[in-house]
């Protein structure tokens, strides 16, 4: 388990190109290093499955081509993880933890948010990253069928209740208003309290 108990935990979701990376990132230089950390589900999956198929790690950490040659099967191999042990991943993603803010910057399923909600109650968020299928084409993005029409993408679609919702459309030019009004202004408040 973590060292340090959190005050605000924001569990992100969203597709493929949606700027999950981009919009947790400018959070993070926003409420800065000291305040908050970048916590991702995919890390020690991905290190695991690099480990194990002798891969390389920081390509699949990356955003290029290398990550979407091997996502279908890395799916594949984190469900296998996931249903003998569904809080596997989470437990080791948060053990380093040490800010009162922590940004889980890619959860996918319903049992990402379980584990979180039982175990930090009051202080965990949803949120939801979106953009149209045309701004994650311009990412790069092409419909593919076992990744996008699976649980992977589309396990969060339904049943959630997002505290907030971020548009994050072409330039993401309304994504600093977005932010400022609403999540920011909360986390600040949230780092404050004793
Ligand atoms: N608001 C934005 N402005 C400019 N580029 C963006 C914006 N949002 C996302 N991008 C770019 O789109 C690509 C996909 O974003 P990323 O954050 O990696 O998506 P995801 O993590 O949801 O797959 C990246 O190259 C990223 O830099
Ligand atoms: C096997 C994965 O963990 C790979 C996720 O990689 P990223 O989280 O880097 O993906 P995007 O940000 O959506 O492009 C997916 C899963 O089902 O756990």
């Known amino acids: 388990m973590a060292t340090v108990e959190p005050k605000l935990v924001l569990l992100f979701s969203g597709k493929r190109k949606s700027g999950k990376d981009y919009v947790t990132d ?3 230089q926003r409420l800065g290093p000291d305040v908050c950390c970048i916590l991702r589900l995919s890390g020690p999956l991905k290190q695991q499955y ?23 099967d890395m799916i594949q191999w984190g ?9 596997f991943f ?10 009162p803010i922590w940004i889980v910057s890619d959860t996918r399923r319903l049992s990402d948010l379980q584990w979180f909600w039982r175990e ?10 979106e953009a149209s299928e045309e701004t994650r084409k311009e990412r790069g993005w092409e419909f593919t069928t076992g990744i996008d029409d699976a649980e992977s993408e589309c396990g969060l679609d339904q049943g959630v209740d ?12 309304q ?4 932010l400022a009004t609403g999540l920011l202004s909360i986390a600040k408040e949230k780092a404050k309290e004793d």
């Open 120 to 129: 930090y109650p009051s202080q965990s968020r949803c949120v939801r990253v």
């Open 162 to 173: 997002f505290d907030w919702i971020i548009k994050n459309e072409g330039d993401g030019s």
């Open 50 to 72: 690099a480990q194990d198929h002798g891969l390389d790690f920081d390509e699949l950490l990356g955003a290029g081509e290398y990550k979407e040659k091997y996502r279908a």
């Open 26 to 28: 400018l959070i993070h």
């Open 79 to 87: 469900e296998k993880q996931r249903e003998k042990d569904p809080g």
């Open 90 to 99: 989470c437990r080791v993603a948060i053990k380093e933890a040490q800010q």
């Open 175 to 178: 994504l600093e208003e977005q």
